[in-house]
């Protein structure tokens, strides 16, 4: 190729993706106009989760993902049950998967409020009378909103783009107004700012670990709420830059997954204080077989452990999950980077659309 062709497609690569950059680019300013939109939703929503015996949460792809984030986020602090499941195992299993006693509240997310498995799974719920329903999404004036008895959403969140980056993050911010009851104070302020802190910090690296294509084999690690977080970061590269991404349990990579680790794998570790020291050697065994490691933590590891190559620190001083969503801005920046490495256009991923209308 000469260099004029080559500059030029360099040139395309860099532009492709323009919606995408701009979601997550955006992601500081609309968390702060969610919140604000969200503290008034919430002083109207007529339900506490814990006046019930189960909380079923249900989405699908990112939005499943996102209900598992908050499902274990809910158990953590509740004696009741709290369980999240894909929408289609009710529509598939009900008779399996629903409560069969007791109070239950089904939190139905989906950004686009018209994904058929979701309304369906809504609709199965409501015929049973078993419990209300609760919709979060960027759509209120979608069907999803219709059929559910209440409603959070984060319309300012909404996007072009395929892939769902600012929704996902938006609609956690809902998820997680609805598990506190309210917004504690100067949240959309602190968030803000510490989002497009990262943004800043943290564009340089995503970059070079995008470009990086011999890494060509990428494990997102989470325990806890931050599994599902692992899964919709594994999701993003697997969308965005077709790539081969796997998502595990931190512990889990152990028994069995770690035979296909090797220099050719990406190990991206969103990590917790709790199992922190259980956590850390897990990373220092992948190290070992020649991986690359990349840990996100609120807690600092300035003393560099020889077995973490690059680091993202967040905010400690945020309320505990309050700041998860922090936890997925470079694995955004990183997929897109590597799409653009990769000449594909992130705005366009082969197969998908981004809505799912068929059972
Ligand atoms: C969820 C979904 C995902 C898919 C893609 C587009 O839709 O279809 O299943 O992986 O990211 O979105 P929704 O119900 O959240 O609108």
Partial sequence: MSNSRKGKARQTGQTRGAHTEGEISSQPIVWRDSLAGLGIQISSLPLDWRSCDHVLLVGCGSTY?????????????????????????????????????????????SRSGETQETLRSVEYFSRRRIGKTLAITCYPDRRLAHITDMVLSTPTAQEESVVQTRSFTSMMLAMATFIDGGIPPD??????????????????LAAMLGAELSLSHIVTLGSGPLFGLACEAALKLKEMSLTTSESYHTLEVRHGPMSMVGAHTLIVALLTREARQTELRVLSDLKSLGATTLAISDYDLSDSPHFIDHHVQLPSDLPPFWRDPLYLVVPHLLALERTRAKGLDPDRPPNLTAVVRSV
């Fill in 187 to 204: 949240l959309g302020d602190r968030l803000q700012a510490a989002g497009q802190q990262l943004l800043d910090t943290h564009a340089e």
């Fill in 65 to 109: 993902y996102l209900a598992l984030w908050a499902g274990s986020l809910i158990q953590s602090q509740w004696s009741g049950r709290a369980e999240a499941i894909p929408s289609s195992e009710v529509v598939l299993f009900p008779e399996q998967r629903l409560p069969r006693d007791g109070r239950t509240l089904l939190v139905a997310v």
